[in-house]
C-alpha cells in the first residue's frame, strides 16, 4: 500500500523541476562595427566618378573620387569633387547603408560644372551597392545617385 504523503512528495519534486529555467543560451560572439566596416569592400581602393545619376557621365577635366580609409574614431572619407579636395566622415551599417558627413563646401567652379552635384550626391548618398568593379550611390527613396569604378 502506497502511503499518500509519499505521493505528495513526488508530485512536489516533479513540479519544482518543471518551475526552474533552462540555463541561458550563450551567446554568440559578436564583431564590433569598427572591425566589420574595416572588412568592407569599400575601403581602401580608390573609388572614380563615372556617373551622375543612371546616364549622366563625368564630364570635369578632373575626376572626382574618393577613398575610405580607417582613422581615430571612424572612417575617413578623402577624395575630390573634380574642382575641390573632399574631406569627411563616412560609415557603414548592415544593409549596405552608407553615410557621409563633413564633406564642406568650397567655392564655385567653373571649371567643373558637375563639381557641386558630385558631393551632394555623395552626402545623399543611404545605401549602396557593389558589383565586382564597381560601386552604385542610392538615394533614401531607391533612386540610383551615381556611379563609381575602382581604380
Request: net charge neutral; proline share 7%; charged share 25%.
Amino acid at each position: 500500500m502506497v502511503k499518500p504523503w509519499w505521493i505528495g512528495a513526488l508530485a512536489l519534486t516533479l513540479l519544482a523541476g518543471c518551475g526552474s529555467t533552462p540555463p541561458a543560451p550563450e551567446r554568440e560572439a559578436t564583431t564590433p562595427a569598427a572591425s566589420r566596416d574595416a572588412d568592407s569592400p569599400v575601403i581602401g581602393p580608390r573609388w572614380q566618378l563615372i556617373l551622375l545619376g543612371t546616364d549622366e557621365r563625368w564630364q570635369g577635366a578632373e575626376p572626382a573620387w574618393f577613398e575610405v580609409e580607417p582613422g581615430r574614431g571612424g572612417l575617413r572619407l578623402t577624395g575630390s569633387d573634380g574642382c575641390r579636395r573632399l574631406d569627411g566622415n563616412l560609415t557603414l551599417d548592415d544593409g549596405n547603408r552608407i553615410a557621409i558627413e563633413g564633406l564642406g563646401a568650397g567655392r564655385d567652379c567653373g571649371a567643373a560644372p558637375q563639381a557641386a552635384r558630385a558631393a551632394e550626391m555623395m552626402q545623399g548618398a543611404y545605401r549602396y551597392l557593389i558589383d565586382h568593379d564597381r560601386l552604385v550611390f542610392f538615394g533614401r527613396d531607391s533612386r540610383v545617385l551615381g556611379g563609381f569604378q575602382r581604380r
